[in-house]
Nanobody, 126 residues
Framework: QVQLVESGGGLVQAGGSLRLSCAASLRTFSSYGMGWFRQAPGREREFVAAISPYGRNTYSADSVKDRLSISRDYNNKAYLEIHSLRPDDTAVYYC????????????????????WGQGTQVSVSS
């Protein structure tokens, strides 16, 4: 059974930074692409960033790409760091895992991911 567990969320002041972690129970973790999505109250889930297997490529949404970095290690973890946080970054952040085509469209589409974590809340105060 695949499990993804996010951690690192919390309450932070505007201008601060957070590092989110995603621990995955995938036997062949390195061969999976890892994505991060977020969902704010009353809004649809939106793509934030992704990293392909072995870290070959990274993808990020235009709205945040200048303020974030995404990475992964060989211990079944993926990371998302967001800097210069703003109140509109407030959302539940989810990590997800997939296999398949390595391109922006595939990684930015939530329906392409069969595995999801339960999410971690990020709240940014002004």
């Amino acid at each position: 059974q695949v499990q993804l567990v996010e951690s690192g969320g919390g309450l932070v002041q505007a201008g601060g930074s957070l590092r989110l972690s995603c621990a995955a129970s995938l036997r062949t973790f390195s061969s999976y692409g890892m994505g991060w999505f977020r969902q704010a109250p009353g809004r649809e889930r939106e793509f934030v960033a992704a990293i392909s297997p072995y870290g070959r490529n990274t993808y990020s949404a235009d709205s945040v790409k200048d303020r974030l970095s995404i990475s992964r290690d060989y211990n079944n973890k993926a990371y998302l760091e967001i800097h210069s946080l703003r109140p509109d970054d407030t959302a539940v952040y989810y990590c997800a895992a997939r296999e398949g085509p390595d391109n922006y469209h595939s990684y930015s589409t939530a329906g392409e991911y069969p595995y999801w974590g339960q999410g971690t809340q990020v709240s940014v105060s002004s």
